[in-house]
């Protein structure tokens, strides 16, 4: 098929808007870069860290991964130059266009809302952890596993002293991984799932009697067929509301889910 010089052009000068820079993000626009020099690439992405291990902010909590600057594997400088697409952090897309393939993205910072054109776009906006609407959610040392910033302040509470008991909701990969390294910290865990067993979507159930039997070795306990309902405390968390007993905790671990950021595509 013969192309014209016009359709040439236009192919040399494509723009590709990217939403999202952790993982997919930056993969995809690292390799439109390499394939495609002459295209325009940019990232526009919500947080302040872009291309983050996600899987290792368990690990900074336990300090098997000892500095923070570990769980970075680009900044958005080092990417840029690296590469040569566009990274701009704290920009929220909130709304797409495609007929006019336009995309609106607020600043953070700011509040201010600007519109960006698009040849191609490419969603990869991830997915946020899912919290209960449930009494005391908001309470200090309530916790979720997303983002850097999510192990920090874990580990910056637990090393504070604050945390002697936790407990942690969800005995998935997330779950049990934050309370493996909260037991590393010397923090009484039990972990609760709503399910018969731990990793329920995972192991059959006789391997996971295996794995509960291990946790309850170590000192984790697995309590399964368990509901989460609340938290109890003046400003910070004192209790954990279940449906079969109140459990005395400093600290909520919530690993129960997540669901994907695409709310601004409606």
């Avoid at 302040?48 to 902010?57: N, P, T």
């Avoid at 368990?58 to 400088?77: R, S």
């Avoid at 990969?173 to 309370?179: Q, R």
Wanted: glycine share 10%; proline share 5%; with cysteine.
């Amino acid at each position: 098929v013969w192309m014209t010089r016009k359709e040439r052009q236009e192919e040399e000068r494509m723009k590709v808007l990217i939403l999202g820079g952790v993982a997919a993000g930056t993969k995809v626009a690292a390799r439109l870069k390499r394939e495609k020099q002459d295209w325009e690439v940019t990232i526009l992405t919500k947080g302040k860290d872009i291309s983050y291990a996600g899987c290792g902010l368990p690990y900074y909590v336990g300090d098997v991964i000892h500095e923070k600057g570990q769980l970075i594997v680009n900044t958005p400088e080092k990417f840029e130059a690296l590469t040569g697409a566009k990274v701009f952090t704290g920009m929220e897309a909130v709304g797409v266009n495609p007929s006019a393939k336009t995309v609106t993205a607020k600043n953070l910072e700011t509040g201010e809302q600007g519109e960006y054109s698009y040849d191609k776009l490419v969603i990869a906006t991830g997915a946020s952890p899912f919290v209960p609407d449930i009494p005391g959610k908001d309470l200090k040392n309530v916790f979720v596993m997303r983002t850097p910033d999510d192990a920090i302040a874990l580990r910056n509470a637990v090393e504070e002293g604050g945390i002697k008991r936790a407990v942690v909701a969800g005995g998935g990969f997330i779950g049990l991984e934050v309370a493996e390294n909260l037991a590393a910290r010397d923090v009484r865990v039990s972990v609760i799932d709503f399910a018969p067993h731990v990793l329920p979507n995972f192991l059959d159930p006789e391997m996971s009697e295996y794995v509960e039997n291990k946790m309850a070795d170590a000192g984790i306990m697995p309590m399964t067929n368990v509901a989460l309902e609340g938290v109890v405390g003046e400003t910070q968390v004192e209790k954990v509301l279940t449906r079969k007993r109140a459990m005395t905790a400093d600290a909520l671990g919530i690993a129960i889910g997540i669901r994907p950021n695409t709310a601004f595509l409606e």
